[in-house]
């Protein structure tokens, strides 16, 4: 049940920011900084639209998707900012990069570590998701940088859309709520980068910062809330399969068949999410 | 003569090694989770009352000449409305967070006698804050039961604000005053 009044703050004032923030630093540095404008349009979307939802952040945070808002997102915005703006050898901020997929399992289990898991279970959980984590992203870094374009942009959209969606009938408003404010500030910036040129659009900054807020809404909907594994792991899959395009028998396609491909390819295991979610929303829904 | 004055000294020194020493010889008593209960109301769409409970609640308090070092802990994921899908829901990330916040704790500071039993203020922590709350505790009575088990029991009600422990979801459907009615006997270790 979300208020009529929500989706102005939550979704379209924060898009409309994420956009008019991408524009702007994209005119004003001439096309030279558009990595560093798109970083803090989705950071500033975010935060604009979070209160929303959930209030004011608090700081020290208390509540895992607190951790994720305030600590982790910005961390990631912060490698990217840094990694574009002062020219630091890409070796380090792939470090820089490599330590927040480490950590952000740790960070947003913390509950878990202190109640719930003994060491060794912890070291295989967080050593584990690390792993996957780490994997995921270089995998999508690297097609990324094959294929750069817009179809990027769109691509995170379908996973982080379908990703509020399932959250949300999954049976957590909160979350699924600011997986839509996080879902409308890609849409916003996807909006603007539809006008820059393919050759100028952000994609080295694009696949780790959503990827880092998407898998911790994943890790939040499953570990605290009802997202089951299963649609976890659908989830988690769709950044991927856009690899599928790279096959030899597409490659006499055209580079707008082959993004439709790829964009087609990350929304099957998304809608199967969807659809799982929805059906067992309608056979458990009741009025209380 | 002189007799009479030592006794009275004796019983002179008696009560006040007594008043300094405070509750220093009260029993131990543990909370005995078959007599124990924790209801909460709350209020649905401004129209009415949704009444639900806490179905592990464990805890010990110290009694002697007085009441001392009340501690309670209730498992929230053990929160009971009598519909599942309402639970899980009141156990997600929206209310309680219990996955994260696995456990809600009062742990006495000051407790002293009134007219009405007991003014007991203590802290509440709840979905990882903690607030100071203070209410009246009854003293129900004590004695032994019928099986030779010695017990004290006793009751209070208070109120809280949800939102003072950051649950602040469906506002317009879930009310934000919670009144909280618990009842408890402890058995003497």
């Not at chain 2, 806490?54 to 070092?69: I, R």
Request: charged share 10%; aromatic share 12%.
């Amino acid at each position: 049940m979300i208020a009529p009044h929500w989706w102005w703050f939550g979704a379209i004032f924060p898009a409309a920011i994420a956009a008019l923030t991408l524009w702007i630093g994209h005119t004003a540095s001439r096309g030279r900084n558009t990595a560093v404008s798109w970083s803090v349009a989705i950071g500033t979307g975010f935060l604009v639209g979070y209160p929303a939802t959930a209030g004011v952040p608090r700081f020290p945070p208390i509540e895992a998707q607190q951790w994720l808002v305030l600590v982790v997102i910005p961390a990631a915005l912060l490698i990217e900012l840094i990694g574009a703006w002062h020219k630091i050898p890409r070796r380090v901020t792939s470090v820089f990069r490599l330590i927040v997929v480490v950590a952000l399992p740790a960070v947003l289990l913390q509950s878990y570590l202190q109640y719930t898991w003994s060491a060794s279970s912890a070291a295989g959980w967080l050593g584990g998701l690390a792993v996957f984590l780490g994997i995921s992203w270089w995998i999508q870094r690297r097609l990324a940088a094959r294929r750069p374009g817009r179809w990027t942009a769109w691509a995170w959209l379908i996973v982080v859309g379908g990703t509020a969606v399932t959250i949300l009938l999954s049976g957590s408003n909160v979350l699924g709520q600011v997986a839509i404010t996080f879902t409308a500030v890609i849409a916003g910036s996807a909006v603007v980068a539809w006008f820059i040129t393919p050759s100028q659009s952000p994609v080295t900054v694009l696949p780790f910062v959503p990827l880092i807020a998407v898998s911790g809404l994943w890790l939040i909907g499953h570990f605290y809330a009802s997202l089951t594994w299963q649609n976890a792991l659908l989830l988690g899959s769709a950044p991927l399969l856009p690899w599928v395009a790279e096959i030899p028998v597409l490659g006499r396609l055209s580079p707008t068949w082959r993004a439709a491909v790829r964009l087609f390819a990350a929304a099957i295991p998304v809608s199967i999410a969807v659809m799982i979610a929805a059906a067992q929303f309608s056979n458990e829904v009741a009025p209380y | 003569m002189r007799i009479g004055l030592s006794a009275l000294l004796v019983f002179v020194a008696t009560v006040a090694l007594s008043a300094a020493a405070g509750n220093a010889f009260a029993d131990n008593y543990q909370l005995d989770p078959g007599h124990t209960a924790v209801v909460f109301r709350i209020g649905h769409l401004k129209m009415s009352h949704t009444y639900g409970r806490f179905n592990d609640v464990k805890g010990s308090f110290e009694l002697g000449a007085s009441l001392s070092d009340l501690d309670v802990t209730i498992k929230a994921e053990s929160i009971d409305t009598g519909l599942k899908k309402r639970d899980d829901h009141l156990r997600s990330p929206d209310f309680f967070n219990s996955r994260q916040f696995p456990v809600i704790t009062f742990k006495s500071a000051k407790i002293t006698a009134s007219a009405e039993g007991y003014l007991v203020t203590g802290d509440l922590s709840m979905h990882g804050q903690t607030k100071s709350v203070t209410f009246v505790l009854h003293k129900l009575g004590e004695g032994n039961d019928p099986w030779g088990n010695y017990r004290a029991g006793f009751s209070t009600e208070l109120s809280i604000k949800r939102s003072d422990y950051g649950m602040t979801n469906m506002p317009e459907a879930v009310g934000d005053q919670v009144n909280l009615f618990i009842s408890f006997e402890g058995l003497r270790q």
